[in-house]
Nanobody, 125 residues
Framework: VQLQASGGGLVQPGDSLRLSCAAASGYASSYNTVAWFRQAPGREREFVAAIRWSGGNIVYADSVKGRFTISRDSAKNTVYLQMNTLKPEDTATYYC??????????????????WGQGTLVTVSS
């Protein structure tokens, strides 16, 4: 089971960027939730957003609420993270992950056992 993240790059403060996380076929038997986490240099990996494949539950970290939007295209087996009004503090390597967490654990890194490689987002003027 694989997750492939893409879409990172160098942008200026205030710009937008959309990340994609493509899941391998047959995902339904392995995980029902996809999340985005990020890790800045010297810092721990932190939760950003998560969504059920069904679209029934969506959760965000307070630091990105109102600026980032997570969505999914089930036909393409892809989860997106639309990031608007980017700030320098959003600079990090972004990872997507798959798991089967209960609602109260959707923000917990230990809930996710399937990880893709990261994609680097740099916000700088």
């Amino acid at each position: 089971v694989q997750l492939q993240a893409s879409g990172g790059g160098l942008v200026q403060p205030g710009d937008s960027l959309r990340l994609s996380c493509a899941a391998a076929s047959g995902y339904a038997s392995s995980y029902n939730t996809v999340a985005w986490f990020r890790q800045a240099p010297g810092r721990e990996r932190e939760f950003v957003a998560a969504i059920r494949w069904s679209g029934g539950n969506i959760v965000y970290a307070d630091s990105v609420k109102g600026r980032f939007t997570i969505s999914r295209d089930s036909a393409k087996n892809t989860v997106y993270l639309q990031m608007n009004t980017l700030k320098p503090e959003d600079t990090a390597t972004y990872y997507c992950a798959g798991g089967r967490p209960i609602l109260s654990s959707m923000r917990t890194i230990r809930s996710y056992g399937y990880w893709g490689q990261g994609t680097l987002v740099t916000v700088s003027s």
